[in-house]
């Protein structure tokens, strides 16, 4: 299980790194130049002085129009030492490697996304010695893909989209589809994908959510929700993750759960109903309305 979304990030990009470059294209319509080969590069860069000084992640991108380095950072909230921090992180990695470095900074907080895309300038008025101007993936500008075609279209953006917007009231839907999704790909690839999305997501509500999807579609690594599947029986195991899958998503949408709605969710055991009532949490105005007609 990977501990941090630090470290995820790291993981998640060494699994997929044209994930940046299609990002920086798609998301950013930046004409970054597409890359013949990607190698992820040692990330410390710590000097002989005993000040440690780490990015999250570093790629090397070799093109036809030169060779770049992707600097990424994960910010979780605004950090006025990072105007001193990335501008050597830049200085030292273009003496060392002879390249351009780029930043990229990605954030689940419109807050910290308006402050990281401002530009960093050391100097004084109308004459700046260096100016730093990060690109910056967030909620604003990634798309939120909620829909489970869109998803399976482009996985790789669908988690970044889980990532920016887990804290959004899209969220539910963002992170029901791209559960769909992962079972177009392959499970190593998946498994990357699930860790990352679980690290990353800051919100109580929507990590349970999604430990509660991963459960109830049984996705077979090491994940400890998968392990209790399997400790208390495949089908005992996936009724009751989906009856907590309904009943979070009504928690989620902040909708009163009446007794009776409750009961009769809980006392269900039919997988495919319980399926049907998780699809019609996401959008009911109240909870009752999930039973539909039956």
Not at 58 to 68: K, N, Q
Not at 169 to 193: H, N
């Amino acid at each position: 299980m990977v501990g941090s979304s630090h470290e995820a990030l790291h993981r998640i990009f060494q699994k997929d790194p044209t994930l940046l470059t299609k990002a920086l294209q798609k998301v950013l319509h930046v004409p970054f130049p597409e890359p013949r080969e990607i190698a992820a590069l040692n990330v410390d860069l710590t000097e002989i002085e005993p000040v440690e000084r780490r990015v999250d992640t570093l790629l090397r991108a070799e093109t036809d129009e030169g060779t770049y380095l992707l600097v990424v950072e994960s910010q979780g909230k605004v950090d006025e030492r990072k105007r001193g921090s990335w501008p050597y992180y830049l200085s030292y990695l273009y003496e060392k490697y002879r390249c351009e470095p780029v930043l990229i900074v990605i954030t689940q907080s419109s807050k910290t996304a308006e402050w990281a895309s401002k530009p960093i300038r050391f100097g004084f008025r109308d004459w700046h010695s260096l100016t730093v101007r990060p690109l910056v993936l967030g909620p604003d500008n990634v798309p939120v893909i909620a829909n489970e075609r869109q998803a399976e279209k482009d996985v790789p953006l669908a988690v970044l989209s889980a990532m920016t917007h887990g804290r959004g009231p899209q969220a539910p839907a963002i992170l029901e589809s791209l559960a769909a999704a992962l079972r177009t790909i392959d499970p190593d690839s998946a498994a990357v994908f699930v860790q990352f999305v679980d690290s990353c997501l800051a919100d109580p509500q929507a990590k349970q959510m999604w430990r509660d999807l991963m459960t109830a579609i049984q996705y077979f690594w090491r994940h400890p929700l998968a392990e209790q599947v399997r400790a208390e029986g495949r089908e005992e195991g996936l009724v009751k993750a989906k009856v907590q899958t309904v009943l979070h998503i009504l928690q989620w949408r902040e909708l009163p759960v009446p007794d009776a709605v409750r009961e009769r969710i809980q006392s269900c055991t039919d997988v495919e109903q319980l399926d049907t009532w998780a699809r019609r949490a996401m959008h009911v105005e109240d909870a009752s309305e999930i039973f539909g007609t039956e």
